[in-house]
């Protein structure tokens, strides 16, 4: 009788327990519903006037979203060909192809910005914000295109000084050409990926974009560049 | 005379030295144009790198398109 009435009087909590939750949670769906009735209801009898301000509001955090866009690229092709013009013992065909992407993406920022101060609605500004993303995402891609083409000259000058090294003294060279033969297979995968993007929609492009690391490769570079010192310094 | 006729052979000498132990010292060109070139691809990669934050730009700017797309 005693063990019933435990059992009785338990159930009974739960009962109350979980009818406290049910009730509650039933509460605040009707609440968020109402809520959203209401936002609903307050939305389309907003008057005009609000309702431009609305737009007005976000037309101006569209426009200085694109001006401060179109300053960062500026300041990207400045820094860029700052660092270019340090460099000169780079191939000239390897500083004139960046500085060809340079120079196409400064003439079209310059008709962005033009477009942008002449723009009348968000659509307009629409349109400079699609222009703006298709040429930076071309930008991009180009620039990473002509870093793997770095890498490839790279592979073949490190394969004929290892060759030079085999010959001109004998070393023995298999550690190298295993290191190299690893960057090669990494070398060729960058490129698949890059070969993969041009088929990539906006958005799908802008994901693999930034996910293109060269970290794993330039880690690849500095031990070949390491076993390859090692080689000529005991040739010397 | 002989004493400076002397001193320029031993000068001389000592050049000749010099010389050879520095061609000795010296990398064949093709390492040389190796070192040069992993120079150029570690810059190469300092640029590109710069130019990648471009991306997030577009980033920034796909998200501000769809914000007033949304308020529209």
Redesign the interface.
Same mark, same amino acid.
């Given at each position: 009788m005693n063990k019933f009435l435990k059992i009785f009087f338990l159930t009974l909590i739960l009962i109350s327990v979980f009818s406290v939750q049910a009730n509650a949670d039933l509460k605040s769906k009707i609440s968020n519903s109402q809520a959203q009735e209401k936002l609903q209801q307050i939305q389309q009898n907003l008057p005009d006037e609000v309702e431009n301000q !609305?737009?007005a509001k976000?037309?101006q955090?569209?426009y200085t979203?694109?001006g =401060?866009?179109i300053n =960062?690229?500026n300041e990207?092709i400045v820094?860029?060909n700052q660092?270019?013009d340090l &460099?000169i013992?780079?191939?000239q065909d390897?500083v004139d192809q960046?500085r060809g *992407?340079l120079d196409d993406l400064d003439k079209f920022l310059q008709d962005e910005d033009t477009k942008l101060k002449q723009a009348k609605n %968000?659509d307009d500004?629409?349109d400079i914000?699609?222009a703006?993303?298709v040429e930076? @995402?071309k930008?991009?891609f180009d620039? /990473?295109v002509?870093?793997l083409k770095?890498?490839d %000259?790279?592979i073949n =000058?490190?394969d004929?000084?290892l060759?030079?090294?085999q010959t001109?003294c004998g070393a023995d060279i298999t550690q190298a050409q295993i290191q190299l033969g690893i960057l090669k297979s990494k070398l060729d995968e960058y490129e698949n990926q890059l070969e993969d993007q041009q088929k990539l929609s =906006? *958005?799908e492009m802008?994901i693999k974009?930034?996910n293109?690391d060269?970290q794993e490769i330039?880690t690849e !570079?500095n031990t070949l560049?390491t076993e !390859?010192e090692t080689l000529?310094t005991s040739c @010397? | 005379m002989r004493k400076s006729f002397f001193l320029l052979f031993l000068l001389l000498t000592v050049l000749i030295i010099m010389v050879s132990c520095k061609k $000795?010292?010296a990398?064949?060109p *093709?390492?040389e144009?190796?070192n @040069?070139?992993?120079?150029?691809?570690?810059?190469?990669?300092?640029?590109?790198? &710069? %130019?990648?934050?471009?991306?997030?730009?577009? &980033?920034?700017?796909?998200e501000? $398109?769809a /914000?007033? *797309?949304n308020? &529209?």
């Amino acid at each position: 009788m005693n063990k019933f009435l435990k059992i009785f009087f338990l159930t009974l909590i739960l009962i109350s327990v979980f009818s406290v939750q049910a009730n509650a949670d039933l509460k605040s769906k009707i609440s968020n519903s109402q809520a959203q009735e209401k936002l609903q209801q307050i939305q389309q009898n907003l008057p005009d006037e609000v309702e431009n301000q !609305i737009s007005a509001k976000v037309y101006q955090i569209f426009y200085t979203i694109l001006g =401060k866009a179109i300053n =960062k690229g500026n300041e990207i092709i400045v820094n860029v060909n700052q660092a270019l013009d340090l &460099q000169i013992k780079m191939p000239q065909d390897i500083v004139d192809q960046l500085r060809g *992407e340079l120079d196409d993406l400064d003439k079209f920022l310059q008709d962005e910005d033009t477009k942008l101060k002449q723009a009348k609605n %968000i659509d307009d500004l629409k349109d400079i914000a699609n222009a703006l993303v298709v040429e930076m @995402q071309k930008v991009v891609f180009d620039a /990473q295109v002509i870093a793997l083409k770095n890498v490839d %000259i790279f592979i073949n =000058k490190a394969d004929s000084a290892l060759l030079v090294l085999q010959t001109t003294c004998g070393a023995d060279i298999t550690q190298a050409q295993i290191q190299l033969g690893i960057l090669k297979s990494k070398l060729d995968e960058y490129e698949n990926q890059l070969e993969d993007q041009q088929k990539l929609s =906006k *958005e799908e492009m802008q994901i693999k974009l930034a996910n293109f690391d060269p970290q794993e490769i330039r880690t690849e !570079i500095n031990t070949l560049k390491t076993e !390859i010192e090692t080689l000529s310094t005991s040739c @010397q | 005379m002989r004493k400076s006729f002397f001193l320029l052979f031993l000068l001389l000498t000592v050049l000749i030295i010099m010389v050879s132990c520095k061609k $000795e010292l010296a990398l064949p060109p *093709e390492v040389e144009e190796f070192n @040069q070139s992993f120079e150029n691809v570690n810059t190469i990669f300092d640029i590109v790198s &710069q %130019i990648n934050t471009l991306n997030n730009t577009t &980033q920034n700017i796909s998200e501000a $398109e769809a /914000q007033a *797309e949304n308020a &529209q």
